[in-house]
C-alpha cells in the first residue's frame, strides 16, 4: 500500500507542476462562476419555481465545462509516459500494474476533487447574503455533488483509456472526448 501512496503523490503533485493544470483550473473556476452569476442574475428578474442548486447544475454553461474537462485532466495519464519512454521503468519498478492504474486514476480524480471544492463556496455565500437555501434540501444538494462524484469517475475512467490506447495527449483527447 506504500507504493501506492507513493505512486499516488507523485501523480497529484505532477498535475500542480503542470501548467495544464492551472489553465483548467482557471477556465473550469471562470465557466461556473459565470453560470452561477448568470442564473442569479436571470432569478433576480422573475419569480421561478426551481432552486438555485437545480440552476447551476442544469444549465448548458455547465456542461459544456462538465464535458470539457475530463478530456483536458486525463489526456496525459498513461500517453505522456509513453511519449517520454518512462512507462518501461514504472511498469519494471517493484511496482503491480492495478497500484499504477490507481494511482493515475486517483490522481485524476484528486485534481477533479479540487476543481469542485470552490463550487460548494459559492451555495454557502448564497446562503449567507440572502438568507435562504440554494438547493430545496441537503439531500438534492449533496446528492448533486455525489452525482458530479460518480460521473467524474467514470469520464476519468473514460480517459484513462483512451490515454491508454495512443502516445499522443491530443488524441487521447479526442478520443476521451468522443466517447
Avoid: H
Avoid at 112 to 126: A, E, G, K
Avoid at 134 to 157: K, Q, T
Amino acid at each position: 500500500m506504500r507504493k501506492f501512496y507513493i505512486l499516488l503523490s507523485r501523480e497529484v503533485s505532477s498535475y500542480f507542476y503542470s501548467p495544464i493544470a492551472y489553465i483548467v483550473l482557471v477556465f473550469f473556476l471562470f465557466v461556473s462562476g459565470a453560470d452561477f452569476y448568470f442564473q442569479i442574475s436571470f432569478m433576480n428578474q422573475r419569480p421561478v419555481q426551481y432552486s438555485v442548486q437545480e440552476a447551476f447544475f442544469n444549465s448548458v454553461f455547465f456542461w459544456f465545462a462538465f464535458v470539457l474537462i475530463f478530456p483536458l485532466i486525463t489526456m496525459r495519464l498513461f500517453a505522456e509516459e509513453f511519449k517520454l519512454g518512462t512507462i518501461e521503468p514504472l511498469m519494471t519498478a517493484p511496482v503491480r500494474d492495478w497500484q499504477v492504474v490507481l494511482a493515475k486514476f486517483f490522481g485524476a480524480l484528486v485534481f477533479y476533487l479540487v476543481l469542485w471544492v470552490p463550487t460548494l463556496l459559492y451555495f454557502l455565500i448564497f446562503q449567507y447574503i440572502t438568507g435562504q437555501t440554494a438547493a430545496g434540501s441537503s439531500g438534492a444538494y449533496w446528492g448533486s455533488y455525489l452525482m458530479l462524484l460518480l460521473l467524474g469517475m467514470f469520464y476519468i475512467s473514460v480517459g484513462c483509456f483512451a490515454s491508454v490506447l495512443t502516445r499522443n495527449q491530443i488524441i487521447a483527447a479526442v478520443i476521451s472526448f468522443c466517447a
